[in-house]
């Protein structure tokens, strides 16, 4: 077999166990001349801008490497996320479903809870309806002292009203009177039943002696109602606190709170006529009683006071009118008894000190 180098033929042995190949030395001066100048002009060829190919290229895919690391670990945190968020998602669903329920749960309970209440209400209407005609007969007060059950009840009675006043302020509606309320109609009857107490001897001395929260109660509670609201609840409470003034341990107490006579002020201009007349008859109850005109002598010359009340008499209504006629002319005695005092005080006075130097 020959080989052609340089244009020349070359015989290959293939005798010996490695085989030879005989070139000329020239060619093989040539051949290494050639290799010489590769190895000089290499670096010439792979200029700078190669190698920074190469090194891009290295980093590049070093970068890679780690991205397809990165990419990995960001696959594994979103497979852990996806599965936290199918947990959490079957939970929000699980209380959504609970939340319903109760919700449900909570509607039944609230019907069933106003059910209750109106059941109440018209059970507490009915029965304090019969206790308000029952306590019209002064037997019947009589036999609640001999019981001695009289006392518990006022306290209920006292929180009930109360409870109901201050609910009126707590009411988004308009705070108007419906006659058909089971509920108005249970704390009138309340009302009127210790009205009817109060209008029994035994059982206006009762509240005079011992039921002294439940007058505060009242005269507290009139002074929360604002004009014009309830008027039948306040007459029924006024109404209380006259015949309880018909005692004169009753109306001492309730002439000794600071906050009667500013009531009888408000009250004077509530705008309803009842409301007006029988603040005008607790008024002249107030005036009947000496120890009380000295107790509450000089508010009851204010002439503001005076002025509300004349205000009255010229009103449409006559049992108003006249009782406002008679109230002026209460206090208008009343103070020219006060002036007619201070005379004689001041005359007496004047005789002492001569009669004292002389």
Same mark, same amino acid.
């Given at each position: 077999?020959?080989?052609?180098?340089?244009?020349?033929?070359?015989?290959?042995?293939?005798?010996?166990?490695?085989?030879?190949?005989?070139?000329?030395?020239?060619?093989?001066?040539?051949?290494?001349?050639?290799?010489?100048?590769?190895?000089?002009?290499?670096?010439?060829?792979?200029?700078?801008?190669?190698?920074?190919?190469?090194?891009?290229?290295?980093?590049?895919?070093?970068?890679?490497?780690?991205?397809?690391?990165?990419?990995?670990?960001?696959?594994?945190?979103?497979?852990?996320?996806?599965?936290?968020?199918?947990?959490?998602?079957?939970?929000?669903?699980?209380?959504?479903?609970?939340?319903?329920?109760?919700?449900?749960?909570?509607?039944?309970?609230?019907?069933?809870?106003?059910?209750?209440?109106?059941?109440?209400?018209?059970?507490?209407?009915?029965?304090?309806?019969?206790?308000?005609?029952?306590?019209?007969?002064?037997?019947?007060?009589?036999?609640?002292?001999?019981?001695?059950?009289?006392?518990?009840?006022?306290?209920?009675?006292?929180?009930?009203?109360?409870?109901?006043?201050?609910?009126?302020?707590?009411?988004?509606?308009?705070?108007?009177?419906?006659?058909?309320?089971?509920?108005?109609?249970?704390?009138?009857?309340?009302?009127?039943?210790?009205?009817? &107490?109060?209008?029994?001897?035994?059982?206006?001395?009762?509240?005079?002696?011992?039921?002294? &929260?439940?007058?505060?109660?009242?005269?507290?509670?009139?002074?929360?109602?604002?004009?014009?609201?309830?008027?039948?609840?306040?007459?029924?409470?006024?109404?209380?606190?006259?015949?309880?003034?018909?005692?004169?341990?009753?109306?001492?107490? &309730?002439?000794?709170?600071?906050?009667?006579?500013?009531?009888?002020?408000?009250?004077?201009?509530?705008?309803?006529?009842?409301?007006?007349?029988?603040?005008?008859?607790?008024?002249?109850?107030?005036?009947?009683?000496?120890?009380?005109?000295?107790?509450?002598?000089?508010?009851?010359?204010?002439?503001?006071?005076?002025?509300?009340?004349?205000?009255?008499?010229?009103?449409?209504?006559?049992?108003?009118?006249?009782?406002?006629?008679?109230?002026?002319?209460?206090?208008?005695?009343?103070?020219?008894?006060?002036?007619?005092?201070?005379?004689?005080?001041?005359?007496?006075?004047?005789?002492?000190?001569?009669?004292?130097?002389?």
């Amino acid at each position: 077999m020959s080989a052609s180098l340089g244009g020349k033929s070359l015989a290959l042995n293939h005798g010996a166990k490695d085989a030879f190949v005989r070139v000329r030395k020239r060619d093989l001066e040539k051949l290494t001349t050639e290799v010489m100048q590769l190895r000089e002009f290499l670096p010439r060829v792979l200029n700078g801008d190669l190698m920074k190919m190469l090194h891009k290229a290295h980093a590049a895919q070093t970068m890679k490497e780690h991205l397809v690391q990165e990419q990995e670990q960001l696959q594994q945190q979103c497979l852990h996320l996806q599965a936290r968020l199918d947990a959490v998602q079957t939970e929000c669903q699980k209380e959504r479903e609970e939340k319903l329920l109760l919700r449900e749960q909570l509607w039944q309970s609230g019907a069933q809870l106003q059910q209750q209440a109106d059941f109440c209400s018209a059970l507490g209407s009915a029965t304090c309806s019969l206790l308000w005609s029952s306590s019209a007969r002064e037997h019947t007060v009589s036999q609640w002292l001999a019981d001695g059950k009289l006392q518990s009840f006022l306290s209920v009675a006292a929180q009930t009203l109360e409870s109901f006043v201050r609910s009126l302020d707590e009411e988004v509606k308009p705070q108007t009177e419906d006659h058909t309320s089971q509920e108005h109609q249970f704390v009138l009857a309340l009302a009127g039943t210790i009205t009817n &107490i109060a209008a029994v001897t035994c059982g206006r001395d009762f509240l005079s002696s011992s039921a002294h &929260i439940l007058l505060d109660t009242l005269i507290k509670l009139l002074e929360l109602m604002k004009p014009g609201v309830f008027p039948k609840l306040k007459v029924l409470m006024l109404m209380a606190l006259y015949n309880v003034s018909i005692s004169v341990k009753g109306l001492k107490y &309730i002439s000794e709170n600071p906050g009667l006579l500013p009531l009888i002020w408000t009250l004077l201009d509530d705008g309803d006529w009842e409301v007006c007349l029988h603040t005008l008859r607790l008024l002249q109850s107030v005036l009947l009683e000496e120890d009380v005109l000295l107790l509450l002598g000089s508010s009851l010359l204010d002439p503001d006071l005076q002025a509300r009340v004349s205000r009255l008499t010229s009103t449409v209504q006559p049992s108003l009118r006249l009782a406002a006629q008679q109230t002026l002319e209460d206090l208008q005695s009343f103070q020219q008894m006060t002036e007619g005092r201070f005379r004689n005080n001041a005359a007496e006075g004047k005789w002492s000190n001569s009669t004292t130097a002389g």
